[in-house]
């Protein structure tokens, strides 16, 4: 069975971050998040993912192709953007004929089942089988209205009207070919605005209830606090801790430690602090509740809390960030430099 990830749009809500690294590769507990999917796919019994990405693709392809990934992955490209529905037109060719294809937002993590929802499509006969979650506030989201045997019977993209809790779109997805052939071609199509709603008017949806975790991780608030909560999951913090060749450090728990990472004498390190691989941190430096991206380096006595740090950044000797900030990735902060609490800091 083939999977699809819709990846591409601006990722305007990641900004900073966003401009120099696709939402695919933001490290989820210290791993790009495409790992993380491609890796829940394979769980599932997908065993091809196609990207479908436009932003930086370039980026994505160069990345995707250094690592091994759980699943094998292709990329398809759109030249402009093509909304949620129009990429899996334009990957039409690499489509199993007769087939459901699975399709996941690209920033979305989760447990959900996988099996259990394309064992339910199948038996169901539904056209379209959508995982839904609850929410306090649906109004950022899909919602949906359920008869008595889940079958959906509405489907409202963004609703401002109904504002109690209810059962909303995760953004994963079982379609079967026909649904695939209702898309329009040749320009943007919203597949939550188009489609959906026309399966539910018809009876031809099914859910599929995840009571797991989930995150949408399109928005730099959610982003932390994604990573702060998977933190605490063996699964994705893993099982290191303080390496034995840094004795003098302090690592404070919880907090995660990539690949060939370098933490001096007298650094400390935690709570809450998750470091990419290839992350330098000098003597003496004091990171807590902080996110660094791959390949930066916190100098000689900087002091850093509660920030997102892009990667590649060099963060100079005894320099201080305050609370809440985000240094997009590749900047230099000076030596000795006062970073204010919740700057944004541009490339
Ligand atoms: N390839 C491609 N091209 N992908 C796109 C495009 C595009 O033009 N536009 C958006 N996407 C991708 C985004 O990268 C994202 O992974 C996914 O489609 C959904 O778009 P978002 O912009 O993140 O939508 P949202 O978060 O406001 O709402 C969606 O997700 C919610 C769950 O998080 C909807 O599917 C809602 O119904 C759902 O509840
Ligand atoms: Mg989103």
Do not use: H
């Given at each position: 069975m083939k999977g699809l990830i819709l990846?591409?749009?601006?990722a305007t809500r990641l900004r900073p971050l966003s401009c120099s690294k696709p939402k695919l590769l933001f490290p989820l507990v210290g791993v790009p998040l495409v790992d993380r999917m491609a890796a829940w796919f394979g769980r599932g019994g997908v065993t091809e993912v196609i990207l479908a990405v436009n932003h930086l693709s370039d980026k994505l392809r160069v990345d995707v192709s250094r690592r091994r990934l759980d699943t094998k992955t292709v990329l398809s490209v759109e030249e402009t953007p093509l909304g949620t529905g129009g990429p899996i037109n334009l990957a039409r060719p690499l489509l199993d004929k007769d087939e459901p294809l699975i399709v996941a937002n690209g920033d979305v993590i989760s447990d959900i089942d996988l099996r259990g929802l394309i064992t339910v499509h199948a038996r169901s006969g539904a056209e379209a089988t959508i995982a839904l979650v609850s929410a306090?506030?649906?109004?950022p989201f899909g919602l949906a209205t359920l008869d008595a045997n889940d079958r959906i019977i509405g489907f409202e993209e963004?609703?401002?009207?109904?504002?109690?809790p209810g059962w909303i779109n995760a953004g994963v997805y079982a379609l079967t070919p026909k649904v695939i052939a209702m898309i329009p071609h040749g320009r943007p199509v919203s597949l939550e605005r188009e489609i959906f709603p026309i399966l539910a008017s018809q009876g031809k949806m099914r859910s599929w209830k995840h009571t797991g975790f989930w995150y949408d991780i399109g928005k730099i608030p959610d982003y932390i606090i994604a990573n702060r909560q998977l933190l605490q999951r063996v699964e994705f913090?893993?099982?290191?801790?303080?390496?034995?060749?840094?004795?003098?450090a302090m690592i404070r728990q919880p907090s995660y430690i990539g690949e060939n990472c370098t933490i001096e004498d007298s650094a400390k390190i935690g709570p809450y602090t998750i470091l990419s691989e290839r992350v330098s941190v000098k003597r003496g430096a004091e990171v807590s509740e902080t996110i660094a991206f791959e390949q930066t380096t916190l100098g000689e006595n900087c002091t850093i809390e509660d920030s997102v740090i892009g990667e590649g950044v060099t963060v100079g000797k005894e320099a201080m960030i305050g609370k809440g900030s985000i240094i997009a990735g590749q900047v230099v902060i000076p030596d000795r430099a006062i970073i204010r609490t919740g700057s944004v800091i541009l490339n």
């Open positions: 990846a591409g749009g601006y306090e506030d649906p109004r963004k609703s401002e009207t109904n504002r109690g913090r893993g099982t290191t801790s303080v390496e034995p060749s840094m004795p003098m």
